[in-house]
Nanobody, 123 residues
């Protein structure tokens, strides 16, 4: 499977926690940045958090202090704590391969999305 595969979504009450996982296939010659995005009904897809190959992380302001992204060789996780009703959305995992594209595989598969996993937070 080339595209990321998300899991771990579900329904939770406000204040609760969920842990999302994203299974990824990585080519050893590619330079990846892995990210989580989300899209609520009627809204545009928005960036949530990202992590690069060196482990540097970025977070949207609205999740700072509540969400935590991590990675191992084949999995990207998003630990979501203190969930709010406004966190309700479909969450997508994104794999971006960055230049230089040492191998053509890296260019061909430079921007991949998973199918998403639904997170519903009830107040």
């Amino acid at each position: 499977e080339v595209h990321p595969v998300e899991s771990g979504g579900g329904s939770v009450q406000a204040g609760g926690s969920l842990r999302l996982s994203c299974a990824v296939t990585r080519h050893p010659y590619c330079i990846y940045t892995m990210s989580w995005y989300r899209q609520a009904p009627g809204k545009e897809r928005e960036f949530v958090s990202g992590i690069d190959r060196d482990g540097a992380t970025t977070y949207a302001d609205f999740v700072k202090g509540r969400f935590s992204i991590a990675q191992d060789n084949a999995t990207i996780s998003l630990q979501m704590n203190s969930l709010k009703s406004e966190d309700t959305a479909m969450y997508f995992c994104n794999s971006k391969s960055r230049p230089p594209y040492v191998d053509s595989y890296c260019y061909v598969h430079r921007d991949l999305w998973g199918q998403g996993t639904q997170v519903t937070v009830s107040s």
